[in-house]
């Protein structure tokens, strides 16, 4: 049988114990949210470098804005065009900021748009993106 001294002692020891579980706890809540942002955002910075695709597709423009809050990019939104086929397919892409001749590029986008013309457009797609890049 325990005395009251050693009974005292382990209810204190618990209470040391569950106080430390508790704060390691809320140490870990606190961070997680950190360690998913900070891993989501290396992950663009470092996917960015990695290329997933390249290749042609032929799209009807469809829409062309300049979008964002921090950092301005072009979007641009195409029609997929196959002929005998009754499906329509939505393609997104963006015109790379680092692009050397993004002017001309994105003013050919524009008067395919106002003219309705369908064009082929090479593409270059990332694993991973980082907004200022688009």
């Known amino acids: 049988m325990l005395s009251d001294v050693e009974k005292q002692h382990n209810r204190e020891s618990y209470r040391k114990r569950m106080a430390l579980r508790d704060k390691k706890l809320i140490i870990f809540l606190l961070a997680l949210p950190l360690l998913i942002f900070s891993g989501r955002f290396m ?5 960015v470098n990695i290329p997933y695709s390249e290749g042609e597709r032929t ?5 062309v804005a ?29 015109v790379d900021n680092n692009e ?11 008067t395919a748009f ?4 369908t064009v082929k457009i ?10 200022w890049r688009s």
């Open 114 to 117: 106002e003219n309705g013309q």
């Open 122 to 131: 090479r593409y270059d797609q990332r694993v991973g993106s980082v907004p």
């Open 59 to 63: 799209v009807k423009i469809i829409k």
């Open 66 to 94: 300049k979008t964002g809050v921090f950092w301005k990019t072009w979007e641009a939104e195409g029609v997929l065009t196959q002929d005998n086929f009754a499906v329509t397919y939505l393609w997104k892409f963006s």
């Open 43 to 47: 992950w663009g910075v470092i996917g």
């Open 100 to 110: 050397v001749d993004k002017e001309k590029l994105i003013n050919e986008i524009k």
